[in-house]
Each structure stands twice: as structure tokens, then as C-alpha cells.
């Protein structure tokens, strides 16, 4: 097994050549690849058939360290030999918000996107019907939105934010199991132009509080 | 208000701490007014305390919130015999209440709610009587394989609501005449209810009534939950003059929620008239006609229908009132439209 000393030396090689070329994150694999022998075995005392295993291996280390990098640098220097078009991280680490009633929120300018956590989708069980908004609705932060039924019961799902209904997921009239197999993803329930973005996002929880607060949820029930 | 006398029997003890409990019962058979007191119940009652609540309705067909009442009943059938179609704020299926039909509503927190529990009460309700119950995997209660009891369950937020029925002595050759098996022309986006081979509790305690049952159900939510209190009746009009409740009642009755909230399906029917042959495709949304692609073969007889039905109600109403507005093409089309129409509605 590689030892983690030459994980961690190799994780930082990778970044500061990743940061200074491009902030795409697949770079990383395609230099990692071509840097020749010589230079990673100087760099970071790699033997050569350790390559294939080290790749795999710090895998995991990258993509977190990667996420921490990118959250402190939102923009990206760009080489003078290469001309990148800084595009943010791909949408699985873009920030949801969540609400106490397990819906999540993405804000993209003015357009926030809206399904229901994971969490949710398991306590729901097999969802058979979604009932949607109709576009052009305007609903205030908490008005129940969508109505949702599975095996298990009809629930409500609340709006996380005001605004008024852009887009619906209409995926999910013909698929309503993407709620459970995707919920955080392609399972997504309706779009709004939000109306007051600002003030109501402080009441919602990152990523971080969420998990601790679906914790003390399972402890308490 | 009654006094409960305290029970006699016991199947088991509870091991639970002891909760504060609640228990109403309607005095109407009023189908809207007993699911407004429901609703009311529901966004606006008390849930520092377990809340039952124990009703029954005269003759009604009640669907699923977002069921098709086309494809789960027979609509004409029920305006001809005028027996009510109710759509609840709950999932699940159709079912058919009247008199013999006994229904009860368990109303919890989140943080308490066990639906299990509940129907555990229920069958320890019916040992009273020397009826073994359980429930099975979706939560019917059965008596040998036989269903007696279906439930449905709504949640909003904290508040969650766990009701279902109970057949004492219902009609079941109603049941059968006003329910469809499923009507295979029709496409739909809803749900569909789930047929099971059902029993009367009267088949087995034939001295079972509507009053003995809900006393044995009070009797085991108490011990259940370690606590008594004295029993609510509701009297209707006392009811309809509480603000909230009178506004549910009046949602409940209306054609938007009870046909509107349909989703969008599709139906297709074609006919052999003596004179030639009708090809009719509809699109329906909201209980309406969305799209209709209607042909006939002479082209005179619907030419021009398919138009005049986009908008109008799902029903034979609807139906008239387009027919009505085609243009004059003399007698024998006049006639052979008729023709159309009387199928139509027969099918729909």
C-alpha cells in the first residue's frame, strides 16, 4: 500500500500544479498522468509502478482538499500560456440549503431550485404521485407547495423561499420514483424567482447544520 | 359530555408514559361536514394530546386525493342513485361508506405518531367481541384473510393524520355496484386503489353495532395511552359555525376539487353505429376536456366537436353544451349525433 505520507505529498503536488494551470477538476488526473517519472519521483519520492494505485488512492483526498480550495478561491488564475474559461464546480458541490421540514433550496442568481432531501425520500417510502404547482404561482415561504404521495402517505412539501413558480419538474408526472432515486438531483420539484433571497436564506440550514439537525431528529423520535 | 366507565378487560398493559388524549365523535352523516371536521381537526387541532376521532356517512363513494373518480367509480350511477363522491386530503384508494361503515381518524405529532399503534387499538377493539384481527403489510386489518378495515395517512409538517374504516354491516353488493374494477380505456397519471376480498365485522359478532364498536375503540385508546377524558359530541350545527370549518366544508362540496384536482389522463373509445363509425381520443386536465381529436365516418356528424369540447366540464354537462353548438347539418345529422352523445355519456 502506498503510505500516506507520499498520498499527501503527491495530493499537494497535484493542486498547486491543478491551481496554477486550470481549476477544472479533471485536469488533475490528465497531469498527474503525464508528469513524466523523473519529476513526481523528485517531487514526491513516487516509485513508478506505484502510479495506478496512487491515482486511485488519493482519489478522495483531492476531491475533498479540491472543495476546500475552491470554496476559499471562487476565481481562478488563468496561465498566460492557455486561455480557460473559468466555469464554477460541476453541480454536485454547489451549496443546497435545507429547511427544517427537509426540503432543499439552489440558488443560481435569481432562480432557486427546490426538491426534497434524501432524508425525506426515505421517510416517504415509494413515491406514485407528485402533484405540482402550477407555473405563474406565487407562494410565500412556507406555503405548501407540492403535495407528494407514496406508499405511506400523502405529504406536504413546504416552499423554502417566496417567490413565484418559473419551471416544474415535469420529468416526474410520468416518473414520480426520481424523487426517491434521485432526490437531489434529477428529482427536483419546481424552480422560483425568488423575491426576497437575502433575508430568507438565513433561516435555512447548509449542508453541515442539516445533518446534525436530521441526527437529533432520529434521536428524538 | 359522556363519562367512559373504565375497562373491565385487559389484553396487555401499556409500557408507554401516559399521554393526554382527546376523543371526538360527529352526531352527522353529512359526508362533507364529517371531512371538514377532519380537516379542521387536522391544521387547527390540539397536538400536545393523542385525538381520535370517530364518524360515519351516509351512502358515499370517497377517492383518494389524487385518484381519477372516472376510473375508480361509476360517476352516472352515483348521480342517478344520489349516493355522494367525496375526494379526501389523504392517498390511497377508493371505498364506499354508508351506514354499516364505522370510520376513525387518529390524529398525532410527528414526534409520537405510530401507526401501528393504532391499529393495534383497533384490533384489540374488536377482541371485545371475541373478533381476532391483525394487520397485515400494508396495514389493513383482516379478519381469516378477509378485509375489514383500510387506512390512509396524511402528513403536513408536525402533523400527521393515521384514518381509515371499519365494516361493520355495509351494503358490500353496493360496494361492488358503485366501484369499478378499473376502467381499461381510460390512461391515467393518478393513483390507483388496491381491490381486496372484504367482510362484514356483522359476519362474525352479528350483534356488532356502530356504538358498541366506538365504545371498545374509546375504551382501548385510553388504556393505550394511559389517560381519560370525557367524549366530545359534535353537533352539526354547532359545526358550520366555526369559521375554518365552514370554509373546508364548502371547498369540499365544490366540482374544482372534487372533479378539478383529476390528473391529467387520456381516453379512447371507438363505436360501430348502423350509419357508419365514431373515433373519439381525449385529453383531460384538471376535469376538463384539454384535447379532443374526435372523427366520425360521414365527417358531418362530430366535424367541428373537437373544438368546442376544449374547456368544457368532463361530464355530460359539458358534453351537451358543446353538441349544442355544432352547426345545424340537417335532421338525420341531428339524429345521428344523438346517437353520439348517448353513447358518449354512457362511456364516459
Redesign the interface.
Known sequence: MVPVQVQQRASRFILKRKNKVSNSFGCSFRLFWRTPIKQLKNAIGLQHNYRVILLISIMNRITSTARLVCQRRPTFSVAASRSVTPRSFSRSFSTKLYTKDHEWLQIDGHIGTVGISDYAQKALGDVVFVDLPDVGKLLTQGDVAVSVESVKAASDVYSPASGEVTEVNEALRTQPDLVNSASLSNGWMFKLKLSQPDEEVKSLKNEEAYAKFCESEDENH | MRQISPLSRRSFTTTSAPQPVRVLLSKSTDPYLNLAIEDWLFHHGQYDKQTLYLWRNEPTVVI???QNPWKECDVKALERDSIHLVRR????GAVYHDLGNSCFSFFSD??SYDKNKNSLIICDALRHFNITASPNTRNDILVNDRKISGS??????KR?LHHGTLLISTHLHNLQKYLYVGNPYIKS???ASVRSPVQNLSHYAPMLTHDLLMNAITKEFFHHYGHRCGVELLDEEEMKKIPQLSEAYENLRKWGWRFGET??FEHKLQYTFLWGTVSIHLHSEEGRFKKVEASSEPPEVLEGLSSLLEGKAYDRHGLSEAMEMMEDRGSTVTQRRREVEEWLVREM
Do not use: E, H, I, Q
Open positions: 383518494g386525493r389524487n386530503s389523504s392517498g390511497g410527528k414526534s390512509a395517512y396524511r402528513l403536513s409538517g400527521c397519471a393518478g393513483v390528473p391529467s
